[in-house]
């Protein structure tokens, strides 16, 4: 029975091309990745179970961001549906294009990637970020409110032009918790501002633009001011700099982490 859970899962991974957080290069799936994958997802599950919540910040290590000071890659909203299990609303760029499009997945499919390290980390909001965020992820129309396909690896935190997966997500966190004033992207923007986020800075010099932006439909650098882009100053969303913000601005808990496996 197992086997076959995992052939239909391995199925599953080799048709889907869309991807955030990770390198876009095509490597099949193998039954040790999967089952690494799958195990990390079962251990999340029974975390995110006794933690009590029923909406969480989830976040997995796609990619090797070491050299940018960044441990995390990738992060998507993760709710507790009515019938039990969780379900993780995040955004995905279609590999090799400059679109990407909101999904909804299971445990198992947000960590079956090859992910750099097998390890999630997620913070459990305040309840009243709870209470604002679980029924606008149960409605379909409201999560992509503020979704825009356009999309950048590394989008200008304050810019609209692209937007990012993680982006997305705190947008949508703005959206959530002040639905009567927040309606447009600019809008949840000024809400991170007022509330305090700041992104994170990349040091990307001059070279590392160009081969990015000439090798890679989904990296672009055209929508950062030019004072910060020309002083290699290249200021995006990240996972690590939304943790610390949520928690600094008390509208979530530390950081919770499982790995070493």
């Known amino acids: 029975m197992r086997s076959s859970i995992l052939l239909s899962v391995v199925l599953a991974a080799m048709a889907f091309q869309a991807h955030a957080g990770r390198s876009c290069e095509q490597h099949k799936p193998t039954v040790q990745?999967?089952?690494?994958?799958?195990?990390?997802?079962?251990?999340?599950?029974?975390?995110l179970d006794a933690s009590g919540a029923s909406v969480v910040l989830l976040a997995r290590a796609g990619q090797d961001l070491s050299k940018y000071g960044l441990r995390y890659s990738h992060l998507g909203w993760a709710y507790r549906t009515p019938e039990g299990p969780w379900r993780v609303a995040h955004k995905l760029n279609e590999c090799g294009t400059a679109?990407?499009?909101?999904?909804?997945?299971?445990?198992?499919?947000f960590f079956l990637d090859d992910l750099w390290r097998y390890e999630a980390v997620w913070a459990v909001p305040a309840p009243e970020v709870q209470q604002r965020l679980l029924p606008l992820?149960?409605?379909?129309?409201?999560?992509?409110?503020?979704?825009?396909?356009?999309y950048s690896m590394v989008s200008y935190a304050w810019g609209t032009r692209y937007?990012?997966?993680?982006q997305w997500a705190l947008e949508t966190l703005a959206a959530a918790m002040e639905p009567a004033s927040v309606h447009t992207r600019t809008q949840a923007q000024a809400w991170l501002r007022f509330k305090g986020y700041e992104p994170t800075a990349l040091a990307i010099g001059p070279l590392a633009r160009l081969g990015g932006r000439m090798t890679a439909a989904n990296i672009a650098f055209d929508d950062h001011p030019n004072d910060k882009r020309f002083a290699d100053r290249i200021e995006t969303v990240?996972?690590?700099?939304?943790?610390?913000?949520?928690?600094?601005a008390q509208l979530a808990g530390a950081p919770q982490v499982l790995g070493g496996f």
Do not use: C, F, K
């Open 33 to 47: 990745t999967i089952e690494r994958g799958m195990q990390l997802a079962e251990r999340t599950a029974r975390a």
């Open 137 to 150: 992820l149960q409605d379909r129309a409201r999560t992509t409110a503020l979704h825009q396909r356009p």
């Open 99 to 109: 679109v990407a499009a909101v999904y909804r997945q299971g445990l198992g499919e």
């Open 238 to 248: 990240t996972v690590d700099s939304a943790l610390a913000w949520l928690q600094r």
């Open 163 to 166: 937007q990012q997966s993680n």
